[in-house]
């Protein structure tokens, strides 16, 4: 069965004719170089001087662009610096991000910071702890965020919405700023709001410039959960809700144990020297992740749209859905052997430290806001994993 897998997982990678698969610790494509086709990488540097017809799917520590890239661009990393172009939509989960290039299509990113300083074409949709839209950005459709602090310098097109601690205007907003804030809305003198100024508080805030706004200010209270007991006599709905998901959170998190250790009684050697290669090679784990995570619903789709194809397409996608799951209690596996060996029990059973990964990745997942930029970093390894599971049982 496993030398089945191989073949259905390679289908389902198939690359676009003239296409690049790029992997090593560095890998640089040089100013004058051109390449015709879709770009792969997956190690620990990425940088773009030239220019890539086609999208980029890459996995690494850094990345760097700044040449150009004519399609979309999809990208996980620790440092991610788009001074290129982008002639699509970017996508992209880092630590740090920057985007000082023009991007045609939309960005959708997660990063702890996201500065973006030049054109954007379509939407910005954004996670961060901080997103700063620049004094030379202009942004053509809305900006949505979530997070602690936005600051707009520049020009949005559309609207803003935005949840998070406080935000700050000395730019342009050509539709309304609609938020949601716990510290401070700010708009200063240099501030123009050519929609309505929305926004829910706790309390009535003073936003600074009011006459900035050129339509309305209005402020909806923002009632407190003792309140809303106070008032409806019934039990304040978030605890209501957690206690409602609460057995599915439970019952998913058993589930997964016991595929983990029906996995382990099925492959327990063969996972042992993957997890342990993984270890070894973790950039290449990231970044063919990210390659299988990201390059395989294109290959569906390819799939679906040529008639003789749709069986197969229809295969490959239940197999991904497959892989998706697999991919989090991998994850877990390899974060349980990684943290048995940070601490000194390189040799603990993998009885032992596969179920305390899962348990640790999947209460990670469930943390609001940031779950689902762990649940994205812990694909990328999962299907890593499998990658590597998938090659090894080639050789065997």
Known sequence: MRRLLLPALCSLLTFSYAARLESGPSFT??????????????GNALRIDGKVEGSVLAGAQTIAVPGAVTRNLFAGAQTIDLSGSVGGDVLAGAMNLAVTGPVAGAIRAGAATITVDSKVGADLLAGSRELVIGKNAEISGDVLFGGRTLNVIGTVHGDVRMAGGSVTVSGVIDGDLICTVEDRITLTQDARVFGNLVYRAEHEMDVGNKDAVFGEVRFIRQVEPKEIGELGKVRPRPGLIASLLLPFAVFSVLAALAVGFLLIAIWKQALQRTLDECLLHFGRTVGFGAIGLF?????????????????????????????????????????????FRLFGGSTASIWLTAPVGIILVYALCAIPFAGWLIWLFAAFVGFGIIVELLASSRKV
């Open 29 to 42: 494509l040089e100013q004058a170089e051109v390449q015709a086709g879709d770009l792969y990488y997956g």
């Open 295 to 339: 390059a395989t619903p294109v290959a569906l789709i390819v799939s679906l749209a040529l008639i003789v194809t749709i069986p197969l397409g229809l295969l490959g996608g239940l197999a991904y859905l497959s892989f998706l799951y697999l991919a989090k209690i991998f994850a877990g596996m390899f974060a349980g052997r990684w943290l």
